[in-house]
């Protein structure tokens, strides 16, 4: 179960982080809580099945 963390860092910006059992990515900061609520929303409505789009060079 994937679940979504807001936090206020030391400067006063909000952030939040997407974790399972151990923290998967956060974001930058955001100066508004409602902004960084906007974009959690964002990203479950709008990339609930994402591919993954390797553009790597592939090495041996």
Partial sequence: ????????????????????SE?????EGDKAKASTIAAIESIKKNAPGASIDDQTTATA
């Fill in 1 to 20: 179960m994937y679940r979504s963390e807001i936090c206020e860092d030391k400067g006063g910006e909000f952030r939040f982080r997407v974790s399972d």
């Fill in 23 to 27: 923290a998967m990515f956060s974001s």
